[in-house]
């Protein structure tokens, strides 16, 4: 299934093309999807310490029932935290919150705190000190890969331009409608996997009627669709839910969309309007 299909890191690292999102679950309740999410065959999980939910994924990745090895977590590094000592502190708190003594991947959640995002200031030797802090995790054996997200090229050509290990993975919103294509290919063309999160923008291509048809033609639901168009792109898709019917239907993409009909989904009129998530950061820019 394709929660088990993998991409090969710019390390090596086997990673899930297809995880888990939690945002938004609580954290008494994350455990228990975490357990759903690998009893229907998931094997990525995706957290944050933004989403306060650290420590029940990781009593999840304990309860679930397979090998820690066969798990792949992800954490973040809190977007307000832009210097060294900082991070090396935040770093070690997910692994203890987690319980965990290796994350499979933390990346930098965002450029800029999330009080300035979108602002001019792109903290660039802040995020060169948070990097440099989860370079030496990574060489330590703590991190068994390093990522950013929500990174602009500048961004990311800060890092660049003093790192001693690249960034492998640059999650970014991507969905119907609004896929930063340029963004995709810069990264792709110096090794960064781009991994897409709210790749059903955040429930809002359940309004889309061109979208919905589309889906229907094809025998499927508007999330499936909407999956399977990351997946085509070749990014890693992270669509987040609690409901584990809803992770069974998610998985369920074993369908290709055509040539045709994927210029239409890349070329459909933007969203806009995230209703009500356009009071977070990431969706109004």
């Avoid at 299934?1 to 999102?21: C, F, H, S, W």
């Avoid at 094997?43 to 933004?50: K, S």
């Avoid at 650290?54 to 679930?64: F, K, N, P, S, Y």
């Avoid at 897409?196 to 229907?216: C, D």
Wanted: proline letters at 5%; charged letters at 20%.
């Amino acid at each position: 299934m394709i929660a088990q299909d993998t991409y090969r890191l710019a390390n090596g690292v086997l990673i899930p093309k297809l995880g888990l999102g939690t945002w938004m679950i609580p954290n008494d309740s994350a455990a228990q999807a975490v357990v759903d999410a690998v009893a229907l065959g998931y094997r990525h999980i995706d957290t944050a310490q933004a989403y306060e939910n650290e420590a029940g994924v990781g009593d999840g990745v304990r309860a679930a029932g397979v090998a820690r090895d066969e798990l792949f977590v992800t954490s973040k590094l809190a977007a307000e935290v832009k210097d060294y000592a900082g991070a090396v502190q935040a770093i070690d708190g997910s692994l203890d919150a987690m319980g965990l003594d290796t994350l499979d991947l933390m990346l930098i959640h965002s450029p800029q705190p999330w009080r300035q995002f979108g602002q001019p200031d792109r903290y660039l030797e802040g995020n060169r000190e948070a990097w440099r802090a989860l370079e030496d995790a990574y060489k330590a054996g703590k991190l068994r890969a390093i990522g950013v997200s929500n990174f602009l090229q500048g961004d990311l050509e800060n890092l660049f331009a003093g790192c001693t290990v690249k960034p492998m993975v640059n999650q970014v919103l991507a969905h119907i409608s609004n896929t930063p294509t340029d963004l995709i290919e810069y990264s792709r063309s110096h090794g960064v996997l781009v991994q897409a999160y709210s790749p059903i923008a955040h429930g809002e291509l359940l309004k889309n009627t061109a979208v919905a048809r589309m889906a229907e033609r094809y025998g499927v639901s508007v999330p499936q669709l909407g999956i399977r168009y990351t997946l085509q792109l070749g990014l890693l898709p992270l669509p987040k839910t609690a409901n584990p019917a809803h992770m069974a239907s998610n998985a369920a993409v074993d369908f290709e969309i055509s040539a045709e009909d994927m210029h239409t989904l890349l070329t459909i009129d933007r969203i806009e309007d995230y209703g009500e998530a356009s009071m977070f950061p990431v969706y109004r820019g």
